[in-house]
């Protein structure tokens, strides 16, 4: 009762005070509402009246009220895009399913909010479409060795495609290509004939390289042995020559001696006659006789006749010892 009392006692003026700082109030809540603040890697586009006024970046910015609006919070960090696997057709009429995932980041936020309705079902069937005229003009064994190449023509076409709504498309990888059951098994197969094949080779090289290593070393063995025989033979035929000069040698010797001691000729001849007689017990089928042999011979008669004188002389002797 006392409260209703001190309120009707108020005066008028005490309430244009209470309404002005209400109002007040309300106009610094209102500011401070359309206070942003723009995170880093953020961009907000604002309309004005349903038009659009500015892109606000990175910082604190204040909005009118009522009349400004945020129409949308666009990331500008790079995205992934997993789609799932598409069915294409290979040149030689093979079907297999291939899932792409495209990395893609938004570089102009007005185009991309005023560009395309949905930018990712747009980029999903770009992706579609463009690996299907890829992989129609490649056949199934360049399909599986071409991986970069369809990546790289992936990658500028989505990026030129995508301009238009603001998007750059940074890498185009493909996942997974998956060919039909027959084909991985014929693939299996091939892969385990090339494997067989490579061991065969292998095989054969190795025991080409053995008996190829068996060969050299007969070789370098025959080699030492012929070497081992010529070094035998070179010496055999070393050792005659030098015993042949030894023998020469003393040859020599020998005639020079007999030179020195002057024999005479009835002692040339008998060693002749020695020299004949160790010729005719050899094994030799032919005898050289000398051209001097009947000077010889009447040598050796005189010695007989000498040899006979002697012993009658001795007999004489002897005889008259006896009478």
């Known amino acids: 009762m006392k409260l209703f009392i001190t309120i009707a006692a108020m005066a008028p003026m005490d309430w244009g005070l209470i309404v002005l700082g209400l109002v007040a109030l309300a106009i610094l809540a209102l500011f401070i509402r359309n206070i942003r603040v723009v995170p880093q890697a953020m961009a907000f586009v604002i309309e004005r009246l349903g038009t659009y006024k500015s892109t606000w970046q990175t910082g604190i910015h204040a909005k009118m009220p009522f009349i400004d609006r945020i129409e949308r919070r666009v990331s500008l960090k790079e995205r992934v895009a997993d789609f799932p696997p598409q069915a294409v057709i290979t040149r030689d009429n093979v079907t297999m399913q291939i899932d792409t995932v495209?990395?893609?980041?938004?570089?102009?936020?007005?185009?991309?909010?005023y560009g395309i309705e949905n930018p990712i079902i747009g980029i999903e069937n770009l992706s579609a479409t463009t690996l299907r005229?890829?992989?129609?003009?490649?056949?199934?064994?360049?399909?599986?060795?071409s991986r970069d190449v369809i990546n790289t023509r992936m990658r500028q076409t989505l990026d030129e495609a995508t301009d238009p709504w603001g998007i750059r498309v940074n890498r185009v990888e493909l996942k997974n290509i998956i060919p039909p059951r027959e084909i991985q098994t014929a693939m299996e197969r091939q892969m385990k004939a090339e494997r067989e094949k490579r061991e065969n080779i292998l095989i054969s090289e190795g025991k080409k390289e053995a008996l190829i290593r068996v060969a050299e070393g007969e070789k370098e063995a025959a080699i030492l042995r012929a070497e081992a025989k010529k070094e035998q033979a070179i010496r055999e035929s070393e050792g005659k020559a030098e015993a042949i000069l030894k023998i020469q040698e003393a040859t020599a010797k020998g005639l020079q001696m007999i030179k020195e001691i002057g024999a005479d000729e009835a002692l040339i001849a008998i060693k002749s006659l020695e020299t004949m007689a160790a010729v005719a017990d050899g094994r030799a089928t032919k005898i050289i006789i000398p051209s001097n042999l009947q000077s010889l011979a009447g040598l050796a008669v005189s010695f007989k006749e000498l040899l006979s004188d002697s012993n009658i002389d001795m007999t004489e002797k002897d005889d008259g010892k006896g009478s």
């Open 102 to 113: 495209v990395f893609y980041q938004i570089v102009d936020p007005v185009l991309y909010c």
């Open 133 to 145: 005229n890829l992989i129609g003009d490649l056949e199934l064994d360049e399909t599986l060795t």
